[in-house]
């Protein structure tokens, strides 16, 4: 099968095409004109960390390039997988390679998630990235909406929801085995954060480390080991809710068939300009859905699930309750119960009717080479990453939002909005 070889001339010019709004030419090989058993060409940025295990999960593919702007932490994977061109730039990579491959896997820190999948998306790749996939709402919807006009097959990192354990919870709520649902809540007990400004110390970069890469897009700082997590820095994440939220909350949004919050509010210390809080509680009210209730949906991290669960015992593993008419279920990634258990002795439970996935990271090899969908491809988890990142968007303004999800706007606190985007170092961009 031949290729469109495109010179790096011919790739700047339909980037910037691209930039301009226009899709840009692809490869000239169907998106999904492939053979049961050939392989993919694919690259992986950031293949160090979560990179690693996602290389685990495709090693079955081709490996054409590994990127990473910290060749201590990739240096497994680049022992692992010689053959494999090494980059520190996932610019220059996309810019050397992108006529020979054929899907891209990011798994950048949080900061880096939709310039590099945007990129690849312009070049007409597949695009499997970790969660939650943007660090801003006008990211997350400028993603979706490529994803969408390039029509090529995209999953986000969100594993959890290829377990049997969640096909269950969806049937049982879906059957309205506890009623209608108008409640759910969310919660991490343990919570980090909190950690002020940023250092005074200026340690030198290692020589490992590319720092200048490693920022991207995120304004210029010194280098410290302390940013390591970028979780916790406003600059790089979105604190726990933004690192744990995209799992959790997938859940809640596949049960409840939910969309976009009207109103979001938020709970916490004063907000810190550069760290992300180390306790935090958000409110999320959903409209009615066809036959469903409105429902609220809450997330807690750093203490316990709130003082409206203070009489109820629940067991350690739950992180999840769906609050019926008729009672409860306890949710986690492996474990569910009816809630008070004593009520549903005699429950009639439905039949499995959701098909077990054949994997996360399967679902999205199958899509590239036939068309077949993913479960979590970025039409359906654009929401759940614009809803969690809403709930740090409620608690820096310490206002309750009124949220317009057609617009992209804040309707009731105009310097919400400030929010919603940032700005890029010059060189980077969507």
């Not at 081709?62 to 702007?69: R, S, W």
């Not at 769906?322 to 004593?342: C, H, K, N, T």
């Amino acid at each position: 099968m031949g290729r469109y070889v495109q010179t790096r001339r011919d790739w700047l010019r339909t980037a910037a095409a691209g930039a301009a709004g226009l899709v840009i030419l692809r490869d000239s090989r169907s998106a999904w004109s492939y053979s049961a058993n050939e392989r993919l060409n694919l690259a992986v940025i950031g293949a160090g960390g979560r990179g690693r295990d996602n290389l685990e999960a495709l090693a079955s593919e081709n490996i054409v390039a590994l990127c990473d702007v910290n060749q201590q932490k990739a240096a497994d994977a680049f022992a692992k997988f010689p053959q494999a061109k090494q980059y520190r730039d996932y610019r220059v990579l996309l810019d050397e390679l992108q006529p020979q491959l054929d899907a891209v896997v990011v798994s950048t820190t949080n900061h880096s998630h939709a310039p590099a999948t945007s990129l690849a998306l312009r070049c007409g790749k597949h695009v499997y990235c970790e969660k939650p996939g943007a660090h801003s709402l006008f990211e997350a919807r400028r993603v979706r909406e490529l994803a969408a006009q390039q029509k090529v097959a995209t999953q986000l990192g969100t594993q959890m929801h290829a377990t049997d354990n969640y096909r269950r919870i969806v049937e049982w709520i879906r059957a309205g085995v506890i009623g209608q649902v108008r409640e759910c809540h969310i919660w991490l007990r343990s919570g980090r954060g909190d950690l002020g400004d940023r250092p005074a110390e200026t340690p030198p970069v290692p020589a490992w480390l590319d720092w200048d890469l490693w920022l991207g897009p995120a304004p210029l700082r010194p280098y410290h080991p302390i940013y390591a997590n970028g979780h916790l820095w406003w600059d790089f994440g979105g604190g726990e809710l933004g690192n744990i939220g995209c799992h959790y909350f997938d859940l809640a949004f596949w049960a409840l068939e939910l969309d976009h919050p009207l109103t979001i509010e938020a709970q916490g210390p004063p907000p810190h300009p550069e760290s992300t809080p180390a306790r935090l509680h958000v409110r999320y009210e959903f409209p009615a859905r066809g036959t469903r209730p409105p429902v609220t949906v809450t997330w807690t991290h750093g203490s316990q699930p709130g003082p409206v669960f203070a009489d109820h015992k629940f067991p350690d593993w739950a992180w999840g309750v769906f609050v019926g008419s008729r009672g409860m279920i306890l949710a986690s990634y492996d474990q569910r119960m009816l809630w008070p258990a004593e009520d549903f002795v005699d429950v009639q439970l439905p039949e499995p009717s959701i098909a077990s996935s054949i994997g996360h990271h399967a679902e999205w090899i199958t899509a590239c080479k036939t068309g077949s969908a993913t479960s979590c491809h970025f039409g359906y988890s654009g929401p759940i990453t614009e809803t969690i990142l809403l709930g740090n968007v409620a608690f820096r303004s310490g206002e309750k939002l009124e949220w317009d999800q057609t617009k992209l706007c804040v309707t009731n606190v105009a310097p919400a909005n400030d929010f919603l985007r940032r700005d890029y170092r010059a060189g980077w961009t969507l």
